[in-house]
């Protein structure tokens, strides 16, 4: 696939777009790899991407099969897997994938604790599909790139395919995890403070505004400060948690790419590219559970100051 019809450019390229599905206008023009004219669409259409210029036509409504795909699909595997073992559970002493199942589930029930000191019986069970959805959609990467995108070629029956494996390496996955916390944060805070409250916090927080004397004229001044200040800081959370994953992840997937183009340059860089990819495929393992694991600690933190109502945030 590397060395056959693209280039190392045109290989890399390939293997970081999404299968994409969108709508095209009426009138628009599709273009062949040479930039010719091949088809004039009648009537607004949706259709599959054939190139990255049609995905950026297609606009904010297109949608990334490959990574629906992939994230949906595993999310339904680790419910599958997960109701299995709790089906399987008994008394005695656990083996294999029960052992591993039960260690886990009293790691994160741990953390939580540890990290969570409030009443909220979602917060547990929500870090560990976190966990393990995401430790899920992050093995992907271990799969050889070629695998999977040369059996969608064949499938559909067209060398010019795109199709991703790993769902963390697309940052609307990342972001639309990350914001769905943030959306659960604020839901929180505004339930466990008030609205009031949550109001207060963000324009009375870090510097209390005065309310005696001549200095309250500097009260004004100091919320807006405040209202800045702390919208920045709530913005930036889902910001960071997101692109902390899609950053980590999109990179050790671009590496193991960059080994593969080494497999088409020859006996002795193939041999050498062999080596590369076993050391980095176990490198990769820490950072797969690392980053499944910082952003599953991250929401609980989140999650620990929606709940806090003290006046220390």
């Known amino acids: 696939m590397a060395g056959e019809s693209l280039t190392t450019t045109s290989y890399i390229q390939h293997h970081l777009t999404n299968m994409t599905y969108g709508k095209l206008p009426a009138g628009y023009q599709r273009l062949d790899h040479k930039g010719q004219v091949v088809e004039t669409l009648s009537a607004d259409t949706w259709t ?3 190139n990255s210029q049609e995905m950026k036509d297609m ?22 897997l997960f109701s299995r073992a709790a089906r399987r559970a008994h008394a005695g002493v656990p083996k294999g994938f029960q052992n591993l199942v039960e260690m ?6 741990n953390t939580v604790k540890d990290t969570f000191h409030y009443k909220n019986a979602m917060v547990a069970p929500m870090a560990l599909t976190i966990f393990f959805w995401i430790f899920m959609m992050n093995a992907m990467d271990l799969f050889p790139v070629d695998w999977f995108p040369e059996l969608a070629q064949i499938i559909s029956g067209s060398e ?20 769905t ?8 805070s505004i339930k466990e403070k008030g609205l009031i409250g949550f109001v207060k916090e963000l324009t009375c927080h870090p510097f209390a505004p005065p309310t005696k004397g001549w200095p309250i004229i500097f009260a004004p ?22 692109l902390r994953l899609f950053g980590n992840l999109y990179a050790g997937e671009m ?28 490198f990769h393992i820490l950072v797969i559970a690392l980053q499944a694991f910082v952003f599953m600690v991250l ?9 806090d109502t003290g006046e220390n945030h």
Not at 69 to 78: K, R, T, V
Not at 181 to 188: C, D, G, P, S
Not at 299 to 307: E, L, P, R
């Open 299 to 307: 929401t609980i933190v989140y999650m620990a100051m929606a709940h």
């Open 255 to 282: 590496i193991f790419i960059l080994i593969a183009v080494m497999f088409g340059a020859g006996l002795f860089l193939g041999l050498f590219a062999g080596v590369l990819q076993w050391a980095w495929a176990v």
């Open 48 to 50: 599959m991407a054939h």
């Open 221 to 242: 001044l100091l919320i807006a400060i405040n209202t800045i200040l702390e919208s920045v800081a709530l913005i930036a959370k889902p910001i960071s948690l997101g």
């Open 181 to 188: 916390v943030f959306a659960l944060m604020i839901f929180f």
């Open 104 to 109: 886990t589930v009293d790691f994160i029930d």
């Open 160 to 179: 010019h395919t795109y199709f991703k494996v790993v769902p963390t390496t697309d940052p609307n996955v990342t972001l639309g995890m990350s914001f």
């Open 59 to 80: 606009g904010f409504m297109a949608i990334h099969l490959d990574s629906m795909g992939w994230s949906i699909g595993l999310g339904l595997i680790f419910c599958w």
